[in-house]
């Protein structure tokens, strides 16, 4: 059994800076994540994308940001469980809690912090006869490495930012693009829904508007597409691909989670933001975007807020005897487990005399 001062459900971005905060603390933290990887959504998703509102960089790819908070947080040693998630919840008597994952791995702390973001995510897939055929032999759901369509013909589907974004970028890529909309008018950005257009004038991306892809075809590998127009006097495309992108959403769920005793509010785990983001479990606690309260804000940045305060109420259950005294970092430096001290070099004065 693992034994750690917090469990941490969920290793995206507030997971992560959870960590730093709580190692500022003294705490020990150990993070359960379904993903392979460390970063969430950021790591799994849009690694490539660029994020614009993280404080002090005017941009940053979300991978990027993964790889910092990373390197943030190595010097307080967390422990991970990957590939892993976490399904059963058991208070023990003395008020600490068992986490037991879907492979029988259990540990023990007494605090628990659920950063799971929005829960796991599903995609949104198109209605297509034998569709699942062809997952991962050509038809992905998400881009994690675009170096993947190098030189290669690529069909996407949607009409949302992702669609829009992930053609405007492969377009430099790939040696064909293909954007599938089934409606005129886009829900993307307006400067991006622009630049898709005046890329296609260009013939740099071919534009499909009032269509969808109806047909995919192929032995063992994807081969082709059928594009069929709203308009039934239209016939039908047949587009030659090595990849069909279909980017409608994802659909996000709590997963066992929801199964907890946890008061949910659409599909959100519902916290006391008035203190410390516990749920209405004693020692239970929810950050960033799986959780909600009056005024919430689902960005980054709030997750890092809230792991903040959450961390000083969670240094109350573990060490109910002790007092501690917040100092701030330019101050007190800080502190790492493996032995590291980072700290701001004092000035020398010498007297005169």
């Not at 969920?10 to 709580?22: D, I, K, S």
């Not at 071919?206 to 590998?221: M, N, P, S, W």
């Not at 980017?247 to 907890?260: A, R």
């Amino acid at each position: 059994m693992i034994k750690t001062d917090i469990i941490i459900i969920g290793a995206g971005p507030t997971g992560l800076f959870t960590v730093f905060e709580a190692g500022l603390l003294k705490l020990k933290c150990h993070l359960i994540d379904a993903l392979a990887q460390p970063g969430g959504q950021c790591s799994e998703i849009y690694p490539k994308k660029p994020i614009y509102d993280i404080p002090a960089y005017p941009e940053i790819l979300a991978g990027t940001l993964v790889d910092n908070l990373m390197e943030q947080i190595k010097p307080f040693e967390p422990g991970f469980t990957l590939g892993e998630r976490a399904e059963t919840l058991d208070k023990q008597e003395d008020g600490s809690y068992i986490v037991t994952t879907n492979k029988g791995t259990q540990h023990h702390a007494p605090v628990v912090v659920i950063a799971g973001g929005l829960g796991s995510f599903e995609p949104r897939k198109p209605i297509i006869p034998n569709i699942e055929l062809f997952e991962s032999k050509g038809v992905e759901y998400m881009v994690k490495d675009p170096e993947q369509f190098r030189d290669k013909k690529v069909v996407i589907s949607g009409g949302g930012d992702s669609a829009l974004d992930w053609a405007i970028f492969l377009a430099d890529v790939a040696s064909e693009v293909s954007l599938v909309h089934r409606r005129n008018e886009f829900r993307g950005a307006l400067d991006s829904v622009e630049k898709a257009r005046e890329l296609a004038k260009l013939g740099k991306i071919r534009l499909f508007t009032k269509a969808e892809v109806t047909e995919i075809h192929g032995q063992e590998d994807l081969h082709a597409v059928v594009i069929k127009y709203n308009d039934e006097e239209k016939e039908s495309t047949y587009v030659e691909t090595d990849f069909f992108i279909p980017l409608f959403g994802l659909s996000p769920k709590l997963g066992p989670i929801g199964d907890w005793g946890l008061e949910i509010e659409k599909n959100a785990i519902k916290v006391n933001n008035a203190m410390d983001y516990q749920t209405n479990l004693p020692g239970v606690f929810a950050i960033g975007d799986v959780n909600t309260y009056p005024g919430k804000l689902k960005l980054i940045l709030s997750g890092f807020h809230e792991a903040a305060v959450m961390c000083q109420y969670a240094y109350q259950i573990i060490n109910p005897d002790k007092r501690f005294v917040m100092k701030y970092t330019t101050v007190g430096g800080v502190q790492g487990f493996d032995g590291s001290k980072k700290e701001a070099k004092k000035e020398v004065v010498q007297s005169i005399d």
